[in-house]
């Protein structure tokens, strides 16, 4: 892992963004926040990025089209994304479907409310 690690936040609940920021900061991670896709769009191109904690839905550009764009893009595509959704436990009210869950580019997922141990597992395992 890097000395100071850079991880970008994207989720449009603040509460829950500052869960993860209060789990991951004490371990030493750099966090930075955002509330959609499009403004992590603009953020990516500002900063050097480690890795990314993607919401699924969100206004504006959700997790998914976030997703896809970033691992089509050369230039971001080795950042490694890990999913955090909610819609396994409200797949029959959204317009997320489960199989598109399943198959997001993302390089790993966990199920909301995470939990800060699951989550900093999952960021160290990623960033080795």
């Known amino acids: 892992m890097p000395a100071k690690a850079r991880i970008l936040v994207v989720e449009d609940n603040m509460d829950e963004a500052k869960l993860v920021k209060m789990a991951l900061e004490p371990e030493g991670y750099e966090v930075i926040t955002t509330a959609n896709g499009?403004?992590?769009?603009?953020?990516?191109?500002?900063?050097?990025?480690?890795?990314?904690?993607?919401?699924v839905m969100?206004?504006?550009?959700?997790?998914f089209a976030f997703c896809s764009w970033l691992k089509k893009n050369k230039e971001y595509e080795n950042i490694p994304v890990i999913l955090l959704t909610g819609v396994g436990e409200h797949i029959y009210e959204t317009k997320y479907p489960l199989k598109g869950v399943m198959h997001a580019d993302a390089d790993e997922y966990l199920e909301k409310p995470v939990k800060p141990e699951a989550l900093l597992d999952t960021i160290s395992k990623l960033l080795k």
């Open 38 to 55: 499009k403004q992590a769009k603009e953020q990516i191109s500002k900063e050097a990025l480690d890795l990314i904690v993607l919401d």
């Open 58 to 63: 969100m206004p504006e550009m959700d997790g």
